[in-house]
């Protein structure tokens, strides 16, 4: 969900889970030494939303883990 934008890290909304499913707590907001991870009113979402999220993300994650290598060797597969 983190990544270099042009200038600062970002986080992309449609990816961050706040940790939920993870951690107690958002592990940016924990280790950030200057502490800017701002709350973004356009997405604030409630802890189901974000368990709803992890469940969304972590099933497409399992789907791509288990899709054969489609350059990969027939046996391989």
């Known amino acids: 969900a983190i990544y270099l934008g ?3 890290y970002e986080i992309d ?3 961050c889970t706040e940790c939920v499913g993870h951690f107690d707590e958002p592990q940016c907001v ?3 030494p200057v ?3 701002p709350l973004n009113p356009a ?3 409630n802890r189901e939303t ?3 999220k992890y469940h969304r993300l972590t099933q ?6 288990a899709s054969p290598d ?3 060797p027939p046996a391989a597969r």
């Open 35 to 37: 502490a800017c991870i």
């Open 50 to 52: 974000l368990w709803q």
């Open 60 to 65: 497409q994650a399992d789907v791509v883990a």
């Open 43 to 45: 997405h604030l979402e």
């Open 6 to 8: 042009p200038e600062i």
């Open 70 to 72: 489609p350059g990969a």
């Open 13 to 15: 909304p449609s990816k």
């Open 30 to 32: 924990q280790v950030c």
